[in-house]
C-alpha cells in the first residue's frame, strides 16, 4: 500500500528531526549532503528527544518492513524507516539514481556493496566488496553510480530498526538476481510501502 502525505505517522520528536534533515539538504552536492546528513542521522538516534512511532518495533514476518515517515513537499527527500526482523535482508538492488544515506537506529545492520565490473545489456557483472556491520548510532551513505548493495540483519535473534533518507520518493528499484560467475539479470520492482 502506497504511503499518501495525510498518511504520514506523528512521533516525538519528528519536527526536530525533519529540521535536521531540511538543513542537512541545503547543498548542491551529494557529497556534501551526505556528510552532512550522516552527521545529522547519528545526532537524531542518540537524541533521547526524537523517538520514532510505535509501528517501527512491529517486524513484518515475510518481508522486511517500508514506512514512509516523512516526504518534503519542497525539497523533495524522503524519509522511510525500515524494521528488519533477524536475519531478513534484501536482495542486491540499486536506488534507481537517488543518493540515500542511512541510519542504524537499532539493532545492527550488515551491508555489502558491489563494484559493477561489466554490463552487457540486462545482465550485469559484480564483485563484492568486504562487508560492514553497522550499529546502533552509525550512518552510511550510497550515492550513484556506488549505489549497488544488499542490506541485512546482522542478528538471527534482535529486531533492527534503520531511518533511510532518500533523494526523491523511492518508488522502485532494480533488482539484481544471481545467474552464477559475478552476473546477474536486472529486473525492475515497484516498491511499496507498509501500513505505518
Given at each position: 500500500?502506497?504511503?499518501?502525505?495525510d498518511?504520514?505517522?506523528?512521533?516525538?520528536?519528528r519536527?526536530?528531526?525533519?529540521?535536521?534533515?531540511?538543513?542537512?539538504?541545503?547543498?548542491?552536492d551529494?557529497?556534501?549532503?551526505?556528510?552532512?546528513?550522516?552527521?545529522?542521522?547519528?545526532?537524531?538516534?542518540?537524541?533521547?528527544?526524537?523517538?520514532?512511532p510505535?509501528?517501527?518495533?512491529?517486524?513484518?514476518?515475510d518481508?522486511?518492513?517500508?514506512?514512509?515517515l516523512?516526504?518534503?513537499?519542497?525539497l523533495?527527500?524522503s524519509i522511510?524507516?525500515?524494521?528488519?526482523?533477524?536475519?531478513?535482508?534484501?536482495?542486491?538492488?540499486?536506488?534507481?539514481?537517488?543518493?540515500?544515506?542511512?541510519?542504524?537506529?537499532?539493532?545492527?545492520?550488515?551491508v555489502?556493496?558491489?563494484?559493477?565490473l561489466?554490463?552487457?545489456?540486462e545482465?550485469?557483472?559484480?564483485?563484492?566488496?568486504?562487508?560492514?556491520?553497522?550499529?546502533?548510532?552509525?550512518?552510511?551513505s550510497?550515492?550513484?553510480?556506488?549505489?549497488?548493495?544488499?542490506?541485512r540483519?546482522?542478528?538471527?535473534?534482535?529486531?533492527?530498526?534503520?531511518?533511510?533518507?532518500y533523494?526523491?520518493?523511492?518508488?522502485?528499484?532494480?533488482?539484481?538476481e544471481?545467474?552464477?560467475?559475478?552476473?546477474?539479470?536486472?529486473?525492475?520492482?515497484?516498491?511499496?510501502?507498509?501500513?505505518?
Amino acid at each position: 500500500m502506497q504511503a499518501h502525505c495525510d498518511a504520514f505517522p506523528r512521533f516525538h520528536g519528528r519536527d526536530r528531526l525533519i529540521a535536521a534533515v531540511d538543513h542537512a539538504v541545503q547543498n548542491d552536492d551529494p557529497q556534501q549532503i551526505a556528510m552532512t546528513l550522516r552527521g545529522a542521522l547519528c545526532e537524531a538516534i542518540a537524541d533521547s528527544r526524537i523517538q520514532l512511532p510505535a509501528c517501527v518495533h512491529q517486524p513484518i514476518s515475510d518481508h522486511y518492513a517500508r514506512r514512509e515517515l516523512y516526504r518534503s513537499p519542497t525539497l523533495g527527500y524522503s524519509i522511510v524507516a525500515m524494521s528488519w526482523a533477524p536475519g531478513q535482508g534484501t536482495p542486491l538492488h540499486d536506488h534507481s539514481g537517488l543518493w540515500c544515506v542511512e541510519g542504524v537506529w537499532l539493532g545492527q545492520l550488515e551491508v555489502t556493496q558491489y563494484a559493477l565490473l561489466e554490463r552487457d545489456g540486462e545482465r550485469f557483472r559484480f564483485q563484492a566488496e568486504p562487508s560492514v556491520v553497522g550499529g546502533c548510532g552509525s550512518a552510511g551513505s550510497l550515492i550513484p553510480p556506488h549505489e549497488y548493495h544488499t542490506i541485512r540483519n546482522a542478528s538471527d535473534t534482535e529486531l533492527a530498526v534503520s531511518v533511510h533518507v532518500y533523494q526523491g520518493e523511492m518508488i522502485r528499484t532494480a533488482i539484481f538476481e544471481p545467474e552464477g560467475n559475478g552476473w546477474y539479470e536486472r529486473r525492475l520492482k515497484e516498491l511499496e510501502t507498509d501500513d505505518a
